[in-house]
């Protein structure tokens, strides 16, 4: 089991520009949840896909957006960035939201210059 | 997440010593309460976690505490040891478990 996958580890962009970040879950998880991390802080809840649909939402702009696949994958837009926009962008996959635990991926690591 | 304080944000103890963290939340309906250990560079990784069923779990070393009635819950680490350093995270959920919100972390040092 290859656990939760994230691509790329890690890449540059400059302002303005636009990223797409993706995302694998854990064999047998149906939902990605996608999760904000600066440098020092605690992860910050993006937005929750499950069948393919956004079900929940955090405190986030528009400027990001996502998707899920049918085999659950799930890509993490974001258009016009900005400098606070660099952070690490980790992906979390659950199977069972009752149960709760969430499974981590090593994260993307974005900066904006 | 702004439902979910934790503290202290830093804590440094001598080898063997005890370390607590402490959690409060704000959604009375939550119901699962996990605690994530991020080493540097690492993805987080649960370590343990309690539902709203009991008031305390213990798995060797470690322990979470909790207190629905004052929506507080407690990591304690007993017989600290240098590889416990880390960054530790509580979490709590938002609405229904879809939005698990997590505290601003604590950075726990153990000096050996």
């Known amino acids: 089991d290859a656990g939760v996958t994230q691509s790329p580890t890690h890449l540059i962009k400059t302002r303005g520009q636009q990223v797409t970040l993706r995302c694998s879950p854990k064999?047998?998880?149906?939902?990605v949840s996608w999760y904000q991390q600066a440098l020092g802080q605690g992860p910050q809840f993006i937005f929750q896909?499950?069948?393919?649909?956004?079900?929940q939402r955090g405190n986030f702009p528009d400027r990001f957006s996502g998707h899920q696949f049918p085999n659950y994958s799930s890509e993490l837009n974001v258009n016009a960035l900005l400098l606070g926009d660099s952070a690490l962008y980790l992906c979390?996959?659950?199977?069972?939201?009752?149960?709760?635990?969430?499974?981590f991926g090593e994260g993307s690591r974005l900066t904006v210059l | 997440g702004e439902n979910v304080e934790q503290h202290p944000s830093t804590l440094s103890v001598q080898e063997g010593d005890s370390a607590v963290i402490k959690c409060t939340y704000s959604?009375?309906?939550?119901?699962?309460f996990p605690w994530y250990k991020q080493e540097l560079g690492k993805r987080p990784q649960l370590i343990i976690d309690?539902?709203?069923?009991?008031g305390e779990k213990k798995d060797q070393r470690i322990a979470v505490t909790l207190n629905k009635t004052a929506k507080h819950f407690s990591l304690h680490i007993t017989e600290t040891q240098p590889e416990d350093s880390a960054v530790y995270f509580c979490?709590?959920?938002?609405?229904?478990?879809?939005?698990?919100?997590f505290g601003a972390g604590t950075r726990l040092t153990v000096k050996p």
């Open positions: 959604d009375s309906a939550s119901n699962y």
């Open positions: 064999s047998g998880h149906d939902t």
């Open positions: 896909y499950y069948e393919e649909e956004e079900r």
């Open positions: 979390a996959s659950s199977r069972d939201l009752n149960t709760g635990e969430l499974f």
């Open positions: 979490a709590a959920p938002l609405y229904n478990n879809n939005d698990m919100r």
């Open positions: 309690i539902r709203s069923n009991v």
